[in-house]
């Protein structure tokens, strides 16, 4: 018993490895598309391994693979609030990069009620609903960093509560968006549970 349990964890920690690259393989592609937002955000397909993960192995997994994806997300290009002191940028670092990034592994957490039925229907509603639940999380982070980091890029004379609603929300609605139709069909075809086609019965 104790060792199959080392090689569950041993494939577990690969696939977390694999997953998190190939949300920052996904994340470089995307950065090849023209993007309008200049302070920062863009569509990204990023997030679905480190949901897809989430619902495989769990939120510990799930969240393991975001604070990685995270890290890295600051190593290829961390933005500097504009106040520029030592709690901006601790709080840039948790709001914009570790909390918003990490948050996408409880997924599973959002789907865990929708599974416990067993029919394949149920679940791949929850796993739109875990990719939408996620993505909110995330929306969440952004949207306080907009308000509390970012408010000097808000155009003169508007609400920064608006400004960050109408920044963030304009494009993590669409990540939100992309992320629950490629995870259903995803899904559909490839059941994290199983690998194997949806309805087929797993233990």
Same mark, same amino acid.
């Given at each position: 018993?104790?060792?199959?349990?080392?090689?569950?964890?041993?494939?577990?920690?690969?696939?977390?490895?694999?997953?998190?690259?190939?949300?920052?393989?996904?994340?470089?592609?995307?950065?090849? *598309?023209?993007?309008?937002?200049?302070?920062?955000?863009?569509?990204?397909?990023?997030?679905?391994?480190?949901?897809?993960?989430?619902?495989?192995?769990?939120?510990?997994?799930?969240?393991?693979?975001?604070?990685?994806?995270?890290?890295?997300?600051?190593? *290829?290009?961390?933005?500097?609030?504009?106040?520029?002191?030592?709690?901006?940028?601790?709080?840039?670092?948790?709001?914009?990069?570790?909390?918003?990034?990490?948050?996408?592994?409880?997924?599973?957490?959002?789907?865990?009620?929708?599974?416990?039925?067993?029919?394949?229907?149920?679940?791949?509603?929850?796993?739109?609903?875990?990719?939408?639940?996620?993505?909110?999380?995330?929306?969440?982070?952004?949207?306080?960093?907009?308000?509390?980091?970012?408010?000097?890029?808000?155009?003169?004379?508007?609400?920064?509560?608006?400004?960050?609603?109408?920044?963030?929300?304009?494009?993590?609605?669409?990540?939100?968006?992309?992320?629950?139709?490629? *995870?259903?069909?995803?899904?559909?075809?490839?059941?994290?549970?199983?690998?194997?086609?949806?309805?087929?019965?797993?233990?």
């Amino acid at each position: 018993m104790k060792t199959k349990n080392t090689r569950q964890n041993v494939l577990a920690l690969v696939e977390t490895a694999m997953m998190a690259a190939l949300a920052v393989g996904l994340e470089l592609l995307c950065q090849f *598309l023209p993007s309008p937002w200049a302070y920062g955000g863009s569509i990204s397909l990023g997030a679905i391994p480190i949901i897809y993960l989430s619902y495989r192995r769990g939120w510990k997994w799930g969240l393991s693979a975001g604070f990685v994806y995270s890290c890295v997300q600051m190593l *290829l290009g961390f933005y500097v609030p504009p106040a520029n002191t030592f709690l901006s940028i601790v709080l840039c670092v948790l709001l914009d990069y570790v909390l918003a990034f990490t948050a996408l592994g409880l997924a599973s957490v959002f789907a865990a009620p929708f599974d416990k039925s067993g029919k394949p229907s149920a679940r791949l509603v929850g796993y739109i609903i875990g990719a939408i639940g996620a993505s909110a999380l995330r929306f969440v982070c952004s949207f306080l960093s907009g308000v509390v980091l970012w408010d000097s890029y808000a155009p003169e004379g508007m609400n920064v509560w608006v400004y960050s609603l109408v920044y963030n929300g304009s494009y993590m609605l669409g990540n939100a968006a992309i992320a629950a139709v490629v *995870l259903f069909l995803l899904c559909a075809a490839v059941d994290p549970k199983t690998l194997k086609p949806m309805g087929r019965k797993y233990k």
